[in-house]
């Protein structure tokens, strides 16, 4: 079965669209913020706590804490994990770390979704390239989302500059549609046929994500239940926009 098949892709009203550039920009600042704190000696804890404290301050919701019964408001993945990690007073982050930090909240009844992955101090080659990788993908994924195109353009184009550069996305996870719910049709699979799947309009807002492995793209879950890493053991990167699709330039809202 296709993810797209039976998916029936909102179409937000113009006054949706500007309360979820709002609850897209306070992710932003949200995500500006613990970003910068990521230093050598810091434990993924402090990133938790700080993140809840910005949530308190800007009066929104944290949208991962207590979905499904997570723990905590971050996602916070190191190295070999790629998503879903959780944070903890145990895990301090030591030069040549990459650390995935995955957010999400929710304003006046909209949620925003966003992931960064960021180098602790000096990072080795592959992971330079293996984040490059990343981000040009979901670029690439980006760009796509205009009127006219079809959902299978956007996971195609990802894939692409992924290979191209020599390394694997992630299957088992994918992006989504997003609104009043964090989680709404469709799925966004990180591979895919051009040309395939639902025709885009304008008022369609998706998170695309792409997980991007230096080694395999199989995974596999720790023991938490939560914690996703790689099968083989290798670096992962991760990198996620909130955005909304156009006739012209897609609008990234986070």
């Not at 990133?47 to 809840?52: G, I, K, N, P, V």
């Not at 080694?215 to 099968?231: N, P, S």
Request: charged letters at 30%; proline letters at 4%.
């Amino acid at each position: 079965m296709s993810p797209y098949d039976n998916a029936h892709i909102e179409i937000k009203s113009r006054s949706e669209l500007d309360i979820m550039r709002v609850s897209g920009r306070i992710l932003r600042e949200i995500l500006d913020d613990l970003s910068s704190m990521v230093k050598v000696g810091i434990t993924t804890w402090d990133l938790e706590q700080r993140a809840r404290k910005l949530f308190r301050d800007h009066k929104v919701r944290p949208a991962f804490l207590g979905y499904r019964d997570f723990p905590a408001a971050l996602c916070t993945s190191i190295n070999e994990e790629i998503v879903h990690g959780i944070p903890s007073r145990d895990r301090v982050l030591k030069s040549g770390d990459l650390v995935k930090i995955d957010a999400g909240l929710q304003y006046r009844g909209f949620y925003a979704d966003s992931a960064r992955t960021i180098p602790v101090g000096e990072v080795d080659d592959e992971s330079r390239r293996l984040m490059l990788a990343a981000r040009k993908g979901l670029e690439a994924g980006i760009a796509q989302a205009r009127e006219g195109n079809r959902l299978g353009d956007i996971s195609h184009a990802i894939h692409e500059v992924v290979h191209q550069a020599g390394f694997k996305v992630v299957r088992e996870y994918t992006g989504h549609g997003i609104g009043r719910r964090l989680h709404e049709p469709p799925q966004i699979p990180n591979f895919g046929k051009a040309g395939s799947g639902p025709r885009l309009r304008h008022g369609m807002v998706f998170a695309v994500e792409p997980m991007v492995n230096a080694g395999c793209w199989e995974t596999r879950t720790l023991r938490d239940q939560w914690t996703v890493v790689t099968a083989d053991g290798r670096r992962s990167t991760h990198f996620e926009h909130t955005l909304v699709v156009s006739d012209d330039e897609p609008e990234i809202l986070t």
